[in-house]
């Protein structure tokens, strides 16, 4: 079963930079698909980067700003969010898609507030 596992959300003011991280563990394989998805109360889970294959897909929303990173021998894809708005705040979560198979981690919270 593959597990995933988040770390580095927190409140930022506006402006202000983090990193996201997202480590797979349970399986020797690279996923077919890896990146991030947003949410917000009261809306759908949105994307907001992530690979497909070699291919890299951002929303509009977040182009220029952030910028999303894979390695592929860890297992892992982080976000480095840039010029942070109150808009992006919401619960970000990893996935990963194996096959017909998808997994979510259990989301971390980013808040841009001041």
Do not use: H
Not at 8 to 19: R, Y
Not at 57 to 69: E, H, L
Not at 74 to 100: E, H, I, R, W
Request: charged share 15%; aromatic share 10%.
């Amino acid at each position: 079963q593959v597990q995933l596992a988040e770390s580095g959300g927190g409140l930022v003011q506006p402006g202000g930079s983090l990193t996201l991280s997202c480590a797979a563990s349970g399986t020797v394989y690279s996923a077919d698909a890896m990146g991030w998805y947003r949410q917000v109360p009261g809306q759908e889970r949105e994307l907001v980067a992530r690979y497909v294959g070699a291919i890299i897909m951002y929303a509009d929303s977040v182009k220029g700003r952030f910028t999303i990173s894979r390695d592929y021998a860890k297992k892992t894809v982080s976000l480095q969010m840039n010029n942070l708005k109150p808009d992006d705040t919401g619960v970000y979560f990893c996935n990963a898609v194996y096959g017909p198979s998808k997994y979510w981690g259990q989301g971390t919270q980013v808040t841009v507030s001041s």
